[in-house]
């Protein structure tokens, strides 16, 4: 079983910058292809962003291209989300996924990923 874990979120302004983390636990985590969907009120989850479980390669929606940039550290089974220039319309709740089966690339479809955090509350203030 995979636990994640996330962390991270808040109340900022229009312009502002977060860091959410993404703590894995349990076997083979820093294999996994992990990824970061978020949910607005009264919105279906999307896809924000996802990095390969090997060589690192990210993939971003374009709305979060060139304003955020996941990393990943695998000897801490540690994933991060760095959000720029953060817009109002980037609240949601945020959450951390994780596929054990993809080899190459990393999904933008929820399905695939197997396992799921609970959320971190992004607020952006206009």
């Known amino acids: 079983q995979v636990q994640l874990v996330e962390s991270g979120g808040g109340l900022v302004q229009a312009g502002g910058s977060l860091r959410l983390s993404c703590v894995a636990s349990?076997?083979?985590?820093?294999?996994?292809?992990m990824g970061w969907f978020r949910q607005a009120p009264g919105k279906a989850r999307e896809f924000v962003a996802a990095?390969?479980?090997?060589?690192?390669?990210?993939y971003y929606t374009d709305s979060a291209k060139g304003r955020f940039n996941l990393s990943r550290d695998n000897a801490k089974y540690t994933v991060y989300l760095q959000m720029n220039s953060l817009k109002p319309e980037d609240t949601a709740v945020y959450y951390c996924?994780?596929?054990?089966?993809?080899?190459?690339?990393?999904?933008?479809?929820?399905?695939?990923?197997?396992?799921w955090g609970q959320g971190t509350q992004v607020t952006v203030s206009s």
């Open positions: 996924a994780a596929d054990p089966s993809r080899t190459i690339g990393a999904g933008r479809s929820e399905s695939g990923y197997d396992y």
């Open positions: 349990g076997r083979s985590a820093s294999n996994f292809v």
């Open positions: 990095i390969s479980r090997r060589s690192g390669n990210t």
